[in-house]
């Protein structure tokens, strides 16, 4: 065989190879990791329905040692977690043994200690269910409930970035004004044959208390992170100005998002992806207000970036604030998982799923039908958000593979 037709020959079998690694052994890839988001989803589901059981089986360990143990840099908690139920029930009926006005925010809260040495937050009720809040995206009140469902919807979604949270009842007279330091009692008052108090927060004013049915209190418990996981605050990328007739760079500038892109920490690593997740999850709950977040510190980007704080949430079913997905609608780019995730929650998954999950919180029902329809048709918008920015780029361009190796060990 002459020189020349070696050569051909061997560009023929060259061209022959990379056909095949780019379209079949990718796709290959692709098909199995499509797979495993499948098995994911069902896992999901299996596990969705958490009853709240009063002890731990298998275990000498306490909830709160669990519940620690279960945080590392991008999970706050594992995809299986046998041991949930039990950890809820503690947050939801252990003794408080101390209680003080809430850290730094703009809403009222309470910080709670409860046996055992564990710190949880308590936001209470401020409205009725079927209440809407009016105005804009970001008014109103914290919704305690709201708190509880976007709980559950990360755990949906398979995020796991949000804190622990459950719904509770709460004696003000006998379980918190007994505990209570003399800054928290001091704003205690009674509104007519109810007992309420009003804290101390940016916004905590003695004439819009808090206030219980008698002295009955619904609210809901966020598990604090454990100090060996101390959190480092950011200003979103793409946060609201919260003054009139001022608007952020990104409501102006269609490039914002390739100026976010050369600005650490969304130059590499997860965190733009994560900032997109969140966009989404923002979106399905109503959240507008996530204008700072938290990630954990001198993590150089790699750590997950942590939802907390949900409770501006779920305010107004009829409202469907497209602002929020600006980072999905201006960068164009998600996760593949997250992707695929979304696609199995159609056709009244998501809602089914919302109401199973929360069907055994101690102030269920969490939602009204009307936030839950409202979050299912969000869902669609997502897509049909996802599908344009394919449409205008390609799959290969907008689904981005984000697979991390997790460890819980």
């Not at 719904?167 to 007992?195: C, D, H, Y």
Request: glycine fraction near 6%.
């Amino acid at each position: 065989m002459k020189l020349k037709q070696r050569v051909v020959l061997l560009a023929i079998l060259l061209v022959i190879f990379i056909f095949t690694k780019v379209f079949l052994i990718d796709n290959l890839d692709t098909s199995a990791a499509n797979r495993e988001d499948q098995r994911a989803f069902h896992r999901m589901m299996a596990g969705l329905r958490v009853e709240l059981v009063p002890k731990l089986d298998h275990t000498l360990q306490s909830p709160w040692e669990i519940a620690a143990q279960w945080v590392v840099p991008r999970e706050v908690y594992p995809e299986e977690t046998p041991e949930l139920g039990a950890i809820l029930h503690a947050m939801a009926t252990k003794k408080i043994i101390k209680a003080d006005v809430g850290y730094k925010g703009t809403q009222l809260k309470a910080l709670l200690i409860l046996e055992g040495g564990q710190k949880v937050v308590f936001k209470p009720k401020r409205y009725n269910r079927d209440y809407v809040v009016e105005g804009e995206p970001y008014a109103g009140y914290d919704r305690h409930n709201a708190e509880v469902a976007a709980f559950h919807l990360d755990r949906i979604l398979g995020f796991r970035r949000a804190p622990l949270v459950v719904g509770r009842f709460v004696n003000l007279r006998t379980e918190i004004k007994p505990v209570a330091t003399e800054q928290l009692l001091s704003t205690f008052l009674t509104v007519g044959n109810n007992t309420c108090f009003y804290g101390k927060c940016y916004y905590c004013r003695e004439t819009e208390p808090a206030c219980a049915d008698g002295d009955t209190m619904e609210g809901s418990v966020t598990l604090w992170l454990p100090d060996v996981w101390p959190l480092q605050k950011h200003r979103h990328p793409w946060g609201r100005t919260y003054r009139e007739g001022k608007l952020a760079r990104w409501e102006y500038d269609e490039s914002y998002c390739d100026a976010v892109k050369k600005t650490s920490p969304y130059d590499s690593g997860p965190r733009l992806l994560d900032i997109i997740d969140t966009a989404v999850f923002d979106y399905l709950i109503g959240n507008a207000d996530r204008h700072h977040y938290e990630s954990f510190q001198d993590d150089e980007g790699a750590s997950m970036l942590i939802l907390l704080d949900n409770a501006k949430s779920f305010g107004n079913p009829s409202l469907d604030e497209r602002s929020i997905l600006a980072p999905l609608y201006q960068c164009c780019i998600i996760r593949v998982s997250t992707w695929n995730r979304l696609n199995s929650l159609k056709n009244g998954v998501l809602k089914s799923a919302l109401k199973s999950a929360m069907a055994h919180d101690p102030i269920s029902p969490v939602l009204a039908d009307p936030h839950l329809d409202a979050a299912a048709q969000r869902l669609l918008s997502v897509l049909a958000t996802v599908k344009q920015c394919t449409d205008q780029f390609g799959m290969d361009s907008v689904l981005v593979e984000d697979r991390m190796p997790l460890s819980h060990l």
